[in-house]
């Protein structure tokens, strides 16, 4: 078993804010993460599958592949979306890094071939990222 | 002559759209750029200053301090705001990279001590930064 | 289970000697690391957390949260010190990255809510970072 | 049980290309990665060990000794190199990422000591790695 | 007068050997550098141009068109391709980072719009980069 | 005129201290950074050199003998030692990082060959770095 890990980037606006709560215990919760005009960030996804290299090709799942995946499936919804508005994964769950990794794995686990997808992984910002390796 | 550069981060949202250009101009001009409901980027903005180092100290001016300055005039007014919305720097003009180097030069130029600014640099993705040197 | 990784950093003086060697012993084994008078990195330290996103909030434990107690536990009491000198959790052991990651871990564990403490991650140079899990 | 990682680097050139295929087969499944004249990577190589601290060191085993194990068996064998012409690695099978790092385990675990390997993880571009932790 | 900096990435073979000189010679001036089968690179390419920002655009240069012209002109041709043996560039000088900047000044120059050609920077490993500020 | 840097990284301790003013003048002026027992830094040097390309070598100055010369000169005078203590030259100033770059040009613009030292840059944390071109 190797594991094989693809690196895609998009930026995009969020907005930590839950709407059953008032606008003060937002604040309080969320801080700068409520604003109300939205923030965004430079996300980086690290996509890692593992299984066996196919003896003719010596690849899990060709790279170039891997990222056309990632590519049609995540930058095309994400990058330079607003999280919230422009699309339907957050109206009942919160644009936080952990819940978006969540998102990333049943949007591109369909489309894995040659191996089986390992683990997402969401950079947010230079001190703050997330992994989700699926129900287990 | 020594030169010091402090750096400092923060995340915003924005959007290029030029009021003055039909829907149609502006998806031509900016692409994704212009999409109605923000975007955004974990901003890289380094300040560099220039000087004789005091005797004393060692320091052109101290780091802590031109990072207390950083914050306060920088990261206070535009982390977790949208630019467009949010602040008054970017309604005559497109909040791009370039612009808001100019735009940082005249915020933080007031507030250095013991040398003199040199350059601002910001960096919005791993691929694109600006450098603005003032007026010459 | 979603993990969370958040990454703060502190500079920090120590030297490897062993008190129970020879000096030729101890630069045999340890050669610069021995230098008598200190030396010092800058570390990076990564904190991950396991659990499942709160349904209200979409965080495991909330980043900024999680940052004060790695500020608090580990910065202040590491950030511009001496590991040797300055601290008493190497008097019976050596300020090797692999201890240090043990000796944090320690501090952090009691103070990780929403979900479990995970991995200490610590780097110390480019080249070498250690990773402790826990007592397993 | 404690996990110390050692960093080192070197650069190779290489060609992925499958003899048995015809050279449209081989356009039509490598792209550019099979063109005839070779390109070439700064190859990041990262080995972790795991085990238990030495209490009189403080490693599980010296990442100055781990080093030299690396650029003995890894750095003198492939840097510079070309990996298809140059070793006999890759004469049954490709020199992709993932067969290279069942090929430095195989070449490097036999002089682990202290502790034992656990990972062999190769980065081949900024976007690209693959990870091998043994037969499990 | 602002500079808007770009970056794109490609991977090459090359070696640097003087056909003039013995065998000898070429190792003992540029040791595994003038490997017979060749050795390559992850190239990191800076392209900085200057000029005043757009008042309708915000840019000096729109990020993507200059990001169109480095992969036409420059991705496309050097690519996973052997500087050497793929490209006429240097037949009659070496395939060095210092010459490879010059070679690619004079490729990008005449496509800049909006502004004019600052600096091309080459970076070929962690720890060289050249740069080329065209002739002063 | 090309310019090429080559960087070289070292570890130290050090302290900001001034011995005119008493313990509580420099606890204000300095905060952490006069903390009595050292800490210390990755130091990441980055030096630029300034000629033209050799028509032999295609190298200003061959970046291997430029590494072997900051290697000699600087990384063993102050890696792993105590800048304070262990070297003659912060005795009658301060080991800040612009005084360090200072130093360091004193120390290797004799031994440049071929082109000319261009600058000094010094890289103290992520955060901060100092650059020097001589004086002018």
Same mark, same amino acid.
């Given at each position: /078993?190797v ?6 980037t998009f930026?995009? *606006?969020?907005?930590?804010? =839950? =709407? *059953?709560w008032s606008?003060? #215990? @937002? #604040?309080e /919760?969320? !801080?700068k993460? *409520? @604003? #109300?005009?939205?923030?965004?960030h ?6 890692? &599958?593992k !299984?066996?290299p196919d %003896?003719?090709?010596g690849?899990? /799942? $060709? ?6 995946v990632i #590519? ?6 994400? $990058?330079h979306m607003?999280?919230n508005m422009d699309t %339907?994964?957050?109206? $009942?769950?919160q644009?936080?890094? +952990?819940?978006?990794c969540?998102?990333i794995?049943?949007?591109i686990e369909p489309?894995i071939t040659?191996?089986?997808l390992h683990c &997402?992984?969401l950079? +947010?910002?230079?001190? &703050?990222?997330a992994?989700?390796? !699926?129900?287990q």
């Open positions: /078993m594991y094989l890990t693809r690196r895609e930026n995009a *606006a969020h907005r930590v804010y =839950n =709407n *059953a606008e003060e #215990k @937002n #604040k /919760m969320f !801080g993460c *409520a @604003n #109300k005009n939205w923030h965004g430079n996300y980086q996804l690290f996509v890692t &599958i !299984g066996k %003896p003719d090709t690849f899990i /799942m $060709d790279a170039k592949k891997l990222s056309d #590519k049609r499936e995540i930058v095309e919804r994400f $990058d607003n999280l %339907p994964y957050f109206t $009942d769950q644009p936080s890094t +952990e819940n978006f969540v998102v794995w049943a949007l489309f040659g191996g089986v &997402i992984r950079q +947010e910002t230079e001190n &703050i990222y992994e989700y390796y !699926g129900e």
